[in-house]
């Protein structure tokens, strides 16, 4: 009947047919990404290595909600204020996705009156970017934040902080970095002896920030020509911001005539003068200089600020797009990644929270975890070493048909003894097949099971790599009975220690 037809009509545009419709196409949305198990395993890596230096410093973790109030957000990033997502209105609380951890953080302190926390947080942020995917900036990325929130003597929580970026970057071995220091104070206090108006402060100090992107005739240009600054208080603060140096340096700015008259200037040398006294007891001042070009955008940082930088490029065949994310341009062909980790006092955040206005001070670090994604994947691209993206220690192999119910049975007890085993899905697999398997994944052990071994009570245990395999009861052994397990978490220590 014709309603028969109509339905199953309606059924083939439902599902789309051949004349020419328009079919949707299967893609990530704008600035996101997928991780394949390759890089999965390559940022669990990354992940256990800065998380492992967290604890080691003492902190706790906490976990915030993906979206906040708009409200909470609101007035907090200054000009970037235009990135936040705001989520449709529906009828309920207008909402925003979260566009760092800093000001949930600071939100989590003054609605739960907490006064002195040390904690880390790992988690996805948002931003409205037009993102470079090809420079690692996407609308979706992870950020891992280390924050000492309390009321402490100046300067100790700060060089934990700048101590904890020096372990981290070299632990994961990603070469040569400096971590640069400043303190906002000392720049304000610079500024107003050149002669800037305080009402300019904010946007000559984001100028300034370029100053590692752009040559200094560039950023006077804009200073002078753009922001409407006098070519004398550009020339004078050209000749501060090309200083660099350590604690010496502080030391001969505090009797420097002009920013010494800076009252701010000379708080903000002190403390510089104390932390690098606490870097050195850190033994990390061979990799911190005080550089008075650092800057840094964000309108909430109060005291010091530092940024690490890795020192080299990646050296890399031509890569295409996918391939480069993280990456700033090349430069000599290899690839230049900048900044990695990025920090600073913020001791005003919590107030603007608190409905008595109290204030909690705040210092913390930012490691660029998106960044080091892309130099880990890169590296492990030009390395010939295989990156496993499985942890099985054991496969449990048969040799002869019909033994599926004897695999089963030995892969049940290792699971039970803890130790990582798996089985191929087949009946009657071939033993090629099932060793294809093992060196294709990575599996460094395989235990064959056959006739002959079932009779003799033991397991013939080959080494993957080496095709060693023995099949007398020594530690290569091991007979099927309660306490085979353990013999076998021996044999494999003792793989392991070989």
Request: charged letters at 30%.
């Amino acid at each position: 009947p014709s309603s028969s037809v109509a339905k199953l009509l309606e059924l083939k545009a439902q599902l789309g047919g051949d004349d020419g419709k328009q079919t949707f196409v299967l893609k990530t949305a704008k600035g996101t990404r997928d991780y394949n198990p390759k890089q999965m395993a390559i940022r669990e890596k990354v992940f256990n290595t800065i998380v492992s230096c967290f604890k080691r410093h003492g902190a706790e973790t906490i976990d915030t909600p993906v979206f906040e109030l708009k409200e909470t957000l609101t007035g907090k990033y200054g000009e970037d204020s235009k990135l936040i997502y705001d989520l449709k209105d529906q009828g309920g609380e207008l909402l925003s996705l979260r566009y760092d951890l800093t000001v949930p953080f600071a939100r989590y302190l003054a609605m739960n009156k907490i006064t002195n926390i040390k904690r880390y947080h790992i988690a996805k942020v948002y931003r409205r970017d037009n993102p470079a995917m090809t420079r690692g900036r996407y609308r979706e990325f992870y950020q891992c934040d280390f924050d000492i929130a309390g009321q402490y003597d100046p300067m100790i929580p700060d060089a934990e902080c700048l101590k904890i970026v020096y372990e981290i970057l070299s632990e994961l071995d990603l070469g040569d970095f400096h971590i640069k220091v400043n303190d906002r104070r000392i720049l304000d206090g610079m500024f107003a002896v050149c002669g800037v108006p305080d009402e300019k402060f904010r946007t000559i100090c984001s100028t300034v920030d370029k100053l590692d992107k752009m040559l200094w005739e560039d950023v006077k240009n804009e200073m002078v020509k753009e922001k409407g600054l006098t070519e004398e208080a550009a020339d004078q603060i050209g000749e501060y911001v090309s200083m660099q140096g350590g604690m010496d340096l502080a030391e001969r700015l505090l009797h420097d005539p002009k920013l010494s008259q800076s009252k701010q200037a000379c708080a903000g040398l002190t403390d510089m003068k104390q932390l690098f006294s606490y870097l050195q007891l850190f033994q990390i001042t061979d990799k911190v200089v005080f550089d008075l070009s650092l800057a840094r955008g964000l309108d909430y940082y109060t005291g010091v600020i530092y940024e690490a930088v890795l020192c080299q490029t990646l050296q890399a065949p031509t890569p295409a797009p996918a391939e480069q994310n993280g990456a700033v341009s090349g430069e000599e062909g290899g690839v230049s990644v900048g900044s990695v980790a990025g920090g600073g006092r913020y001791d005003g955040l919590v107030g603007m929270f608190d409905p008595k206005g109290r204030k909690v001070p705040c210092v913390g670090v930012s490691i660029g975890i998106e960044r080091i994604f892309s130099i880990m994947e890169q590296k492990a691209e030009l390395s010939a070493e295989k990156v496993r993206t499985t942890e099985t220690q054991v496969l449990v192999a048969s040799a002869q048909k019909n033994l599926l119910e004897e695999r089963l049975r030995l892969t049940a007890e290792l699971w039970n003894a803890g130790i990582k085993a798996e089985l191929l899905y087949k009946k009657n697999p071939k033993l090629l097949t099932q060793l294809q398997h093992c060196e294709e994944t990575g599996i460094p052990l395989v235990a064959i099971l056959g006739e002959q071994e079932l009779k003799d009570g033991v397991v013939k245990v080959r080494n993957v790599a080496t095709r060693e395999e023995n099949s007398q009861k020594n530690n290569l052994q091991f007979k099927i009975h309660r306490s085979s397990s353990q013999q076998y978490r021996e044999h494999l220590e003792c793989i392991d220690h070989c």
